[in-house]
């Protein structure tokens, strides 16, 4: 007679081990902009992104344009499936 195969007990998933990982990789680039005093505002700036996301305006203002283009990207693959 030949054995069953055995099978490997599934472990759960460690979410407190994921959540400290992120949080440690936030801490770093925090850390890290804090050292070379390069904010996402100036990336973002370098990166000529100021027609998406600007730092001049308000967070609401950030969201809405953000919201539109999301809109109008839509809008646009629905136009190409036709």
Known sequence: MSKKPAF???RKRRWDAVLI?????IAFAVILMRFI???PCDILGTLKFESIV??????EEN???V???????AVW????TR
């Open 8 to 10: 490997k007990k599934i």
């Open 21 to 25: 990982g992120v949080a440690m990789s």
């Open 37 to 39: 005093d390069y904010w």
């Open 54 to 59: 600007s730092c001049s305006r308000s967070p």
């Open 63 to 65: 969201l809405a344009t």
């Open 67 to 73: 919201y539109a283009s999301i809109q109008q990207g």
């Open 77 to 80: 693959i629905a136009n190409l």
